[in-house]
């Protein structure tokens, strides 16, 4: 099942156009980022949040994300499925193709996703 994110939007003070497809929301929500076959994963903090995006933060600078991610909003209880668009620092922004409901989930690659959350709740 696919689910859109809504939120208070971010005011944005410069000039320059806006890019995203949809607006962007200030949260602070914990989050597990996931790439490789292997499902190897590592902690994050999800900063702004769209219907298409989002900028986490990850604990260390010198990591260098991989393109291909999925992000599981630990409180949301939500996948999203996307790709790192940008890498500044410990900041990524991510790009979504899709976001599925961990509940709901039934793709085969996404069951270690499903079960992580299942666990902690």
């Not at 994300?65 to 668009?85: H, Q």
Request: with cysteine; proline share 5%.
């Amino acid at each position: 099942m696919v689910v859109s994110v809504r939120s208070a939007p971010l005011s944005v003070n410069s000039g320059a156009p806006e890019r995203r497809r949809s607006s962007r929301h200030a949260v602070t929500l914990g989050g597990k980022l996931f790439y490789g076959l292997a499902g190897l994963s590592i902690d994050c903090v999800i900063r702004d949040l769209s219907d298409h995006g989002a900028r986490i933060a990850v604990p260390k600078a010198s990591w260098r994300a991989p393109k291909a991610i999925r992000l599981l909003s630990l409180r949301e209880g939500r996948i999203y499925i996307g790709e790192v668009m940008w890498n500044r620092g410990r900041y990524l922004g991510l790009d979504f193709s899709r976001v599925v409901r961990a509940a709901d989930a039934t793709d085969p690659d996404l069951a270690p996703i499903r079960a992580i959350w299942l666990a902690q709740g």
